[in-house]
T-cell receptor, first 114, second 115 residues
């Protein structure tokens, strides 16, 4: 079974704090993704990575950065958290077989920024 | 640009009723993939189906069935004899053929099945 884990299910942070969200997958997948989910807006892509040390901006990268030092781990960083970053954050991974494969998701992190 | 529209924001049905969730997509690609995911109250997205654009056969898996119609750019999902455990948000998604491209999601349909 594919397993994608996220470091926290719930997180409360203060405005201006630096926040790290960690995602780990155990299936040796090349591709990893970070989405945020907000009511009425569905899932929106923040960043993705198709290889170690590689990253690509998604639709809403502003205010975020990412790090992929190891294949299994993809970190999302909020440099200075703001209240409008209160959201549900979902990590996903998929293999790179040359064609589009299924993305498998972690359980999500509900972040509240006060 | 690719786009997925799930026009039904919320649906409520009584248990044992059949329900169809609509998904309409837009793409200029000739080869693409379509997906359905389920998000129960726990929050994790659960993969349901992946379909290649060249495979227009309808698929049935237990109480779940999918109707893919290229002519209308639709990929609808039907639950037969709904159950309370089917209550969730359902997302339809679209992607290009190439493997390292992200999915484009619809905004989801919240299904409530009432006992």
């Amino acid at each position: 079974d594919v397993k994608v884990t996220q470091s926290s299910r719930y997180l409360v942070k203060r405005t201006g704090e630096k926040v790290f969200l960690e995602c780990v997958q155990d299936m040796d997948h090349e591709n990893m993704f970070w989405y945020r989910q907000d009511p009425g807006l569905g899932l929106r892509l923040i960043y993705f990575s198709y290889d170690v040390k590689m990253k690509e901006k998604g639709d809403i990268p502003e205010g975020y950065s990412v790090s992929r030092e190891k294949k299994e781990r993809f970190s999302l960083i909020l440099e200075s958290a703001s209240t409008n970053q209160t959201s549900m954050y979902l990590c996903a991974s998929s293999p790179n077989s040359g064609q589009q494969e299924t993305q498998y998701f972690g359980p999500g992190t509900r972040l509240l920024v006060l | 640009a690719q786009k997925v529209t799930q026009a039904q924001t919320e649906i409520s049905v009584v248990e044992k009723e059949d329900v169809t969730l609509d998904c309409v997509y837009e793409t200029r690609d000739t080869t693409y993939y379509l997906f359905w995911y389920k998000q129960p109250p726990s929050g994790e997205l659960v993969f349901l189906i992946r379909r290649n654009s060249f495979d227009e056969q309808n698929e049935i898996s237990g109480r779940y069935s999918w109707n893919f119609q290229k002519s209308t750019s639709s990929f609808n999902f039907t639950i037969t004899a709904s159950q309370v455990v089917d209550s969730a948000v359902y997302f339809c998604a679209l992607s290009e053929e190439e493997g390292n491209t992200p999915l484009v999601f619809g905004k989801g349909t919240r299904l409530s099945v009432i006992a």
